[in-house]
């Protein structure tokens, strides 16, 4: 399991972080700043400590928030905070297209044992359901990516002969695993996703993609990895700007109606999007498009590289 080292390691510098986050509940930004800067200057190595002063100083207008997460980042390269997003979403126009792996990562072992809860009773998610309501099996074999603790797997469970999940969450995995909906579970990164050595009749994608960012590599891998006339079928939060894609303020990425056709139509898909509902969030509905998708093309791997993967 990842872990973030929340303490500092020194009592004086954790003592001085823990009043700064009083002071912070009682209104006192500036202080708080303050305190967070005193307790670097006597643990200055402490990357999570760098990254909360960001986040004080950006959620409270204060300056040097961006110096403070870069700070963080050299600390901790692997971003498993997500201090390169936060940099990124400090620019007038981000422009990052992908998540660090080791953020997803941690993000999601820190999740798992919570994420039924709340997701389903607190922000009404229901994504599983509205891809699950337009799947007519039978399927032979079926593949969930970002399967997370099960919750697609449930309505997928009945539909197939066999059913396989992957996430990168280990934590995700354990959880998925004790709901025994699975007939097989593995730790991958989708982000980087050798060449499939096997094909899937249906392979499904809920609320996965907005931690991915760009689509192109992910849909051509999945081109290559469905059985002729194979399903595809996902979910994404909606973007209605002229831009491919955003990075939101959620740290989520949203994406474009056309995208998504234009990269499925080079893919050699047939795509129906509809829009919904996906879940809440502030209260407020996060509208996403449900993707329906048959395999009417064929895929191969280009022959110029050998590495990526192409239409045919």
């Not at 449930?154 to 995700?172: F, K, N, T, V, Y």
């Not at 795509?271 to 502030?282: G, N, P, Y």
Request: glycine share 8%; net charge negative.
């Amino acid at each position: 399991m990842s872990t973030i080292q929340f303490s500092s390691g020194d009592l004086v510098a954790d003592r001085r972080a823990d009043y700064a986050e009083g002071l912070l509940a009682s209104g006192d930004a500036v202080a708080a700043a303050d305190l967070y800067t005193q307790a670097l200057a006597l643990a200055p190595g402490w990357a999570a400590g760098w990254f909360r002063l960001g986040d004080i100083r950006a959620e409270h207008g204060l300056p040097e928030a961006a110096e403070a997460f870069a700070e963080a980042l050299r600390l901790d390269p692997a971003d498993q905070m997500g201090a390169a997003l936060r940099l990124e979403l400090l620019n007038a126009r981000p422009e990052a297209e992908t998540m660090p792996s080791a953020f997803v990562e941690t993000l999601f072992d820190q999740y798992a044992p919570r994420f039924d809860h709340a997701l389903v009773d607190t922000l009404a998610y229901r994504a599983p359901q509205l891809l699950g309501a337009q799947i007519t099996g039978p399927f032979g074999r079926a593949l969930d990516l970002g399967c997370g603790t099960g919750l697609m797997g449930a309505e997928l469970r009945p539909l197939c002969d066999w059913l396989e999940g992957w996430d990168i969450s280990s934590q995700m995995l354990h959880e998925a695993g004790a709901k025994g909906l699975y007939d097989a579970l593995s730790k991958c990164d989708l982000s980087d996703l050798p060449a499939p050595a096997q094909q899937w009749d249906l392979i499904t994608a809920a609320d996965v993609f907005a931690y991915l960012g760009a689509l192109e590599q992910i849909i051509a891998w999945v081109a290559l990895a469905l059985a002729p006339a194979g399903r595809f079928a996902f979910t994404t939060e909606a973007h209605e700007g002229p831009e491919p894609l955003v990075l939101r303020e959620s740290c989520r990425y949203a994406h474009a109606e056309a995208y998504l056709r234009d990269l499925l139509t080079q893919a050699g898909f047939a795509a129906q999007i509809s829009r919904a509902e996906l879940r809440q969030d502030r209260g407020q509905p996060i509208i996403g498009f449900v993707v329906h998708a048959e395999r009417i093309g064929s895929a191969a791997r280009r022959e110029s590289d050998g590495e990526d993967m192409a239409l045919a």
